[in-house]
């Protein structure tokens, strides 16, 4: 049996760079250059002020193992940093660490070779990488509100402006007057909605030569506003600016999959947003054996329309279980500032993205995975169809009612989507392209929102009245949500 290989020290592994450095630097030029694999890329570990040190591939492996460790240890940087980020200015901790070294000798220290270097060095060099690290990293940490356009209501519904816990939707005009500060810019933006300047012209001006800032500030909004109605804001304090752009697409994203849960499967799939692609248009094109052209298209229209108003109402109604959502969001968001949500909020937040997955997934048989997934991890019942049960039928009938003649028993739904379902495509034990499924499918989604609708609320409440319940092992946190949902009336 295998087992994992040792884990080098920072200090092994400072000293493997150390040694690295000292090595390259007697090195002639041409005998460094000859060893490296890719030239476009060179083997230094950069420092302040413009200065690198060049290495061998071991020095660079060794700094790739520290950085990678120091990954590993540290859940506030994985959450508030892109990997790509955090390596480059983890290597500029280490470079600016071997700049600082000699601090770290007597005065009258000469080369290793000649004299041990003291005790302790390496130690020291370490921690200068470390405080070096936690400084760069808070030079690239931003506090930004980041904007998601989207398509949810059209503008006859008469829908105002809400939220869904941290994440705050406005119709396009709103967002234009909230946060466009500069009069000029919106001045422009207003021209080209209100049609008296083409959007193409505007572009030309703004790309100009010699434009000034107001012309680019409005081509720019409008050209990111694009086609999309509203625009979704999340604040995200104190991140990296790639990591805070995904956070801010996957928590609006969220957002956007609970107002779904309040609307048909074939409505909330209108839902969208900039960057998910689950609606297109297309032509076809085919031919007969006689030569025959035939031509079609085919287009899905993204947002939402009904009779004038009537949205407005549905929303007004959705907003108790839309504020219950927005608690477990805000403290998803919390938790995910330093390291996980409490365990009950992270499992309904996989399922609700695992529920808006499935409900915007063109194939039945992916679909049903989905769901699947997303029933096995709010349930928390670890893959066993009993447990699952046990946690819907508490969630969905806690009075144990008899189920009337010729409806589906809750066992009967999650056998459907679990195990006859999810389990056989999974293992490939049926078929799933051109297969029929759209009848588990169905059964899933009934399934999953009733769960969803029952276990939102409950765990909002417990946020509010029992947050303790959130922070026991989480055995003991389900048995205590089983007990909640059994005890409702």
């Known amino acids: 049996m295998k087992t994992a290989a040792p884990k080098d020290s920072a200090e092994s592994l400072i000293e493997t760079i150390v040694d690295d450095v000292l090595k390259t630097a007697a090195m002639p030029f041409e005998d460094w250059l000859s060893q490296n694999r890719f030239p476009m890329i060179p083997m230094t570990i950069p420092a302040d002020a413009g200065r690198a040190y060049n290495v061998t591939q071991a020095g660079v492996d060794a700094a790739h193992r520290l950085t990678a460790q120091t990954w590993n240890e540290r859940s506030e940087f994985r959450?508030?940093?892109?990997?790509?980020?955090?390596d480059r200015i983890s290597f500029r901790a280490i470079g600016e660490a071997l700049t600082s070294s000699p601090s770290h000798l007597p005065p009258d220290a000469q080369t290793r070779g000649q004299d041990p270097l003291p005790e302790g060095f390496f130690t020291a060099v370490v921690a200068d990488y470390r405080k070096n690290l936690d400084r760069l990293a808070a030079t690239i940490l931003?506090?930004?509100?980041?904007?998601?356009?989207?398509?949810?209501?059209?503008?006859?519904?008469?829908?105002?402006?809400?939220?869904?816990?941290?994440?705050?939707?406005?119709?396009?005009?709103?967002?234009?007057?909230?946060?466009?500060?500069?009069?000029?810019?919106?001045?422009?933006?207003?021209?080209?909605?209100?049609?008296?300047?083409?959007?193409?012209?505007?572009?030309?001006?703004?790309?100009?030569?010699?434009?000034?800032?107001?012309?680019?500030?409005?081509?720019?909004?409008?050209?990111?506003?694009?086609g999309f109605e509203w625009v979704a804001t999340v604040r995200i304090e104190g991140h990296e600016l790639?990591?805070?752009?995904?956070?801010?697409?996957?928590v609006g994203g969220l957002?956007?999959?609970?107002?779904?849960?309040?609307?048909?499967?074939?409505?909330?799939?209108?839902?969208?947003?900039?960057?998910?692609?689950?609606?297109f248009s297309e032509?076809?094109?085919?031919?007969?054996?006689?030569?025959?052209?035939?031509?079609?298209?085919?287009?899905?229209r993204?947002?939402?329309?009904?009779?004038?108003?009537?949205?407005?109402?549905?929303?007004?109604a959705a907003?108790?279980?839309?504020?219950?959502?927005?608690?477990?969001?805000?403290?998803?968001?919390?938790?995910?500032?330093?390291?996980?949500?409490?365990?009950?909020?992270?499992?309904?937040?996989?399922?609700?993205?695992?529920v808006g997955e499935a409900r915007r997934e063109a194939s039945d048989f992916m679909a049903v995975v989905d769901y699947g997934c997303a029933a096995d991890g709010l349930s928390g019942a670890g893959g066993e169809a009993k447990a699952m049960t046990t946690f819907a039928e508490a969630a969905l009938n806690p009075q144990a009612k008899p189920v009337p003649p010729g409806h589906l028993t809750i066992e009967d739904a999650v056998t459907k989507v679990y195990r006859e379902g999810r389990n056989k495509i999974a293992h490939g034990e049926t078929a799933g392209l051109f297969e029929d499924l759209s009848e588990i499918r169905s059964v899933g989604d009934s399934l999953l929102?009733?769960?969803?609708?029952?276990?939102?609320?409950?765990?909002?409440?417990?946020?509010?009245?029992?947050?303790?319940?959130?922070?026991?092992?989480?055995?003991?946190?389900?048995?205590?949500?089983?007990?909640?949902?059994k005890a409702r009336r």
């Open 283 to 300: 032509d076809r094109l085919a031919t007969l054996p006689d030569g025959t052209f035939l031509t079609g298209w085919s287009t899905q």
């Open 142 to 226: 931003q506090t930004t509100d980041r904007h998601i356009p989207c398509n949810l209501f059209d503008t006859d519904q008469g829908v105002q402006p809400f939220a869904v816990g941290p994440v705050t939707f406005l119709p396009r005009a709103d967002w234009i007057a909230r946060y466009v500060k500069s009069t000029g810019a919106r001045d422009h933006i207003r021209s080209v909605e209100s049609g008296q300047l083409r959007y193409a012209d505007l572009r030309d001006r703004a790309l100009a030569t010699g434009s000034d800032a107001d012309l680019r500030t409005a081509w720019e909004v409008l050209s990111t506003l694009d």
């Open 449 to 485: 929102l009733a769960l969803l609708d029952a276990v939102t609320v409950e765990l909002a409440a417990i946020i509010d009245q029992r947050p303790e319940i959130l922070a026991v092992p989480e055995e003991h946190a389900y048995r205590a949500l089983l007990a909640r949902l």
């Open 242 to 250: 790639g990591r805070s752009h995904h956070k801010a697409v996957v």
């Open 302 to 316: 993204p947002g939402l329309g009904s009779a004038p108003g009537a949205l407005a109402a549905e929303m007004a």
């Open 79 to 86: 959450q508030t940093i892109e990997r790509s980020a955090f």
């Open 319 to 354: 907003k108790p279980f839309l504020d219950a959502a927005g608690k477990l969001l805000e403290a998803y968001m919390r938790g995910r500032q330093t390291g996980r949500a409490p365990h009950l909020v992270e499992r309904w937040a996989n399922a609700l993205y695992w």
């Open 255 to 279: 957002a956007i999959d609970a107002i779904g849960l309040r609307f048909r499967v074939e409505d909330a799939r209108r839902f969208t947003k900039a960057g998910r692609q689950h609606l």
